[in-house]
């Protein structure tokens, strides 16, 4: 059995756009891969570790615990071994409160990616393998989370490039999320159901390969 990690937000804890339920497991793009890997011969397990509002090494001024890389390197320890972990951040970064821009978000995900290299696993455990996939980039919000996003669909442009260069640069893995899917046309930010159902089918093939390294 491998184990990949999936750290990310609430674009990944499945928040259904335009209230604040929650898609069940088999419906989240999580689930959806690990139902796709194990359909063809895998045994994955995926591990959930998605929480709403999470930023790459910022905090939130109303909201403990969404810096993302205050304990990374502990749930990496508690994890481990790992087979992979799959990084999707970046979207919280650009909320009305804070001024970054694709580039600074970008280098707060490489510094997520030097913490889960220089996590203090057990000796010969594997370090793992890190896939960054950069979220579909926001559109204008709506509906009652537009005072929070008012602004994220101009101040994220730009971040899948900058998080491609990025990962050419630390040497791990990349994907575009925006090349299956855009944000839900009803809070432009979140994915609705065949959203995540598109992207979990589209990682399971980019991850697949990335496990048989491990195998």
Request: one cysteine or more.
């Amino acid at each position: 059995m491998q184990h990949v990690l999936v750290y990310a937000d609430s674009l990944s804890w499945g928040i259904v756009p335009g209230t604040r339920q929650r898609l069940p497991f088999d419906a989240r793009w999580p689930g959806v891969m690990e139902g796709k890997l194990n359909a063809d011969g895998r045994q994955v397990r995926v591990i959930e570790d998605c929480l709403n509002g999470r930023r790459t090494v910022w905090d939130d001024p109303f909201k403990p615990g969404r810096n993302g890389l205050v304990g990374l390197a502990q749930r990496i320890e508690i994890h481990s071994p790992l087979a992979l972990v799959v990084l999707m951040l970046g979207t919280n970064d650009f909320q009305v409160m804070h001024p970054h821009n694709a580039w600074m978000s970008a280098q707060g995900t490489a510094a997520l990616i030097r913490a889960v290299r220089s996590a203090p696993i057990e000796p010969g455990m594997p370090v793992p393998p890190v896939l960054v996939v950069a979220p579909p980039p926001a559109q204008a919000a709506r509906g009652p989370i537009a005072p929070k996003f008012e602004g994220a669909d101009i101040k994220c442009a730009g971040l899948a490039d900058a998080l491609r260069a990025v990962c050419e640069a630390e040497d791990c893995a990349f994907f575009d999320a925006a090349s299956v899917t855009p944000t839900s046309a009803v809070d432009g930010v979140h994915l609705d159901a065949p959203q995540h159902a598109r992207l979990g089918l589209a990682l399971a093939t980019v991850v697949a390969p990335l496990l048989h390294r491990q195998a």
